[in-house]
């Protein structure tokens, strides 16, 4: 774990469970608003056991009611410009400084986020092409008010996973039909679930993701 003071985001990481041949595949769990890098380790075990995996956590503490966020909300949909962007550039930097330093497989690196941290992994898609394999996106949108520039050339053949309840009081589900006629009119390669829940992973998408990720790690 990274100390507070480290130029890097704080973070834990989860050696792989079963060693490989070669470098190991990377899953980043990013966390939502009001949480912590602990927020999404409690799903390690579930996952491929060949997988590194990297929670960070968000580098804004968050005023109300405790945690961390990457970011300020004027509404929903639009957060604030200068602390999304902030954030961005923090995020990418570190992930590119994790993927070198746990020399994890360039080729199978994967961003999963919840809420908050589904937004900051799909603007690492939309703005480094090439760099994720895949984006697993639970209850998020895309970061579409933000003013930063895409790259949807590059999104082309991109898979990603959008799951997102039919009751999510926070970020109602149409944001992410949204996100999936967005990305596939780009050529992204999308697979959407919809499930009887609100504002929360439960088992069934959680098996999903799961099914979802394990051909692309062979």
């Given at each position: ?20 041949a070669g470098k190991p595949p990377g899953l980043f769990f990013l966390h939502g608003r009001g949480a912590d890098e602990d927020d ?83 603007s690492i898609a939309l703005t480094e092409p090439g760099f994720l394999r895949g984006v697993l996106s639970n209850s998020g949108y ?20 959008i799951g997102h309840g039919l009751y999510d009081p926070v970020i109602p589900y149409a944001y992410g039909r949204r996100a999936k ?38």
């Amino acid at each position: 774990m990274s100390p507070p003071d480290s130029p890097t985001l704080v973070h834990k990481f989860l050696r792989p469970r079963r060693s490989v041949a070669g470098k190991p595949p990377g899953l980043f769990f990013l966390h939502g608003r009001g949480a912590d890098e602990d927020d999404l380790l409690g799903l390690s075990e579930y996952f491929d056991d060949r997988l590194f995996i990297v929670a960070p956590r968000a580098p804004h503490p968050f005023p109300m009611g405790g945690g961390y966020t990457w970011y300020d909300l004027e509404e929903i949909g639009k957060p604030d410009r200068a602390m999304f962007e902030s954030s961005h550039k923090k995020l990418r930097s570190f992930l590119v400084d994790a993927v070198g330093t746990y020399d994890l497989d360039p080729a199978k690196t994967f961003c999963c986020g919840f809420s908050m941290g589904s937004i900051m992994a799909l603007s690492i898609a939309l703005t480094e092409p090439g760099f994720l394999r895949g984006v697993l996106s639970n209850s998020g949108y895309l970061p579409e008010d933000t003013g930063m520039k895409f790259n949807w050339n590059g999104v082309k053949g991109l898979p990603v996973f959008i799951g997102h309840g039919l009751y999510d009081p926070v970020i109602p589900y149409a944001y992410g039909r949204r996100a999936k006629e967005v990305l596939e009119s780009h050529g992204a390669v999308v697979t959407h679930r919809e499930y009887d829940m609100g504002h929360q992973i439960n088992e069934e998408s959680l098996n999903d993701m799961i099914g979802w990720l394990a051909p692309m790690l062979g």
